[in-house]
């Protein structure tokens, strides 16, 4: 089975622009999150869609928005980004059916960098 | 009360000594606990993870320690070795709300 897949891995943007990234899910699964690493602060959780629906969100501003599509891959945008928006951002799949662990599986994550 | 306290931010052990990572939570509704490990350019890979119904879980060098009472947990990395440098994260997460709660990391460093 092909892992969890991201694209571009890395995109420099410039303060204003917006930007969207894509994730592709293990095949099967239905979740999809989304998170924002950064030196020191971790995994920071932005969302996490489940069958097409936002199922919970983190603590970020409205500039961060996400959608997954009937085949469960997931885009995430941010508009009008800002130089704070660096970071990796990294997409994980999981069953999520209730029965199997909720084990979440992470792709390499796309590297966003604002200038 | 959704965060998880992980320390040290760093540590630099010598090849074949035990590596320690604590990490400290609050909500008592988290029921499943994993560990996670990031090399450079990739993303995090589940290592290790338990449930509060157990104090020890072990595969291979890599040891889970859970005590429900103060509400901590650790990795213990036994013989490490200098493949094991990376960055471990835990997670806190509750069944039901697919959310995972991570730490800040600690980035490991095996010296050979």
């Known amino acids: 089975k092909a892992g969890v897949t991201q694209t571009p891995r890395y995109l420099i943007k410039t303060r204003g622009q917006q930007v969207t990234l894509s994730c592709s899910p293990i095949s099967g699964h239905r979740s999809v999150s989304w998170y924002q690493q950064t030196p020191g602060q971790g995994l920071q959780f932005l969302f996490e869609?489940?069958?097409?629906?936002?199922?919970n969100k983190g603590n970020f501003p409205g500039r961060f928005s996400g959608r997954q599509f009937s085949n469960s891959r997931s885009e995430m945008n941010v508009s009008t980004l800002e130089l704070g928006d660096s970071a990796l951002y990294l997409c994980?799949?999981?069953?999520?059916?209730?029965?199997?662990?909720?084990?979440?599986?992470f792709g390499a994550g796309t590297r966003l960098s604002v200038l | 009360q959704q965060q998880v306290k992980q320390s040290p931010q760093s540590l630099i052990v010598q090849k074949g000594g035990i590596s320690i990572i604590n990490c400290a939570y609050e909500n008592t509704a988290f029921d499943y606990f994993p560990w996670y490990q990031q090399f450079p350019g990739k993303g995090p890979a589940l290592l290790i993870a338990?449930?509060?119904?157990?104090s020890e879980k072990k595969e291979g060098r890599f040891t889970i320690s859970f005590n429900k009472s103060a509400k901590q947990f650790s990795l213990h990395i036994m013989d490490s070795q200098p493949g094991d440098s990376a960055t471990y994260f835990c997670?806190?997460?509750?069944?039901?709300?697919?959310?995972?709660?991570f730490g800040t990391g600690t980035r490991l460093k095996v010296l050979a």
């Open positions: 997670a806190a997460v509750t069944s039901g709300t697919y959310k995972y709660i």
């Open positions: 869609y489940f069958s097409e629906t936002q199922r």
């Open positions: 994980a799949s999981s069953l999520n059916d209730g029965v199997a662990k909720n084990i979440q599986y």
């Open positions: 338990i449930r509060p119904d157990v």
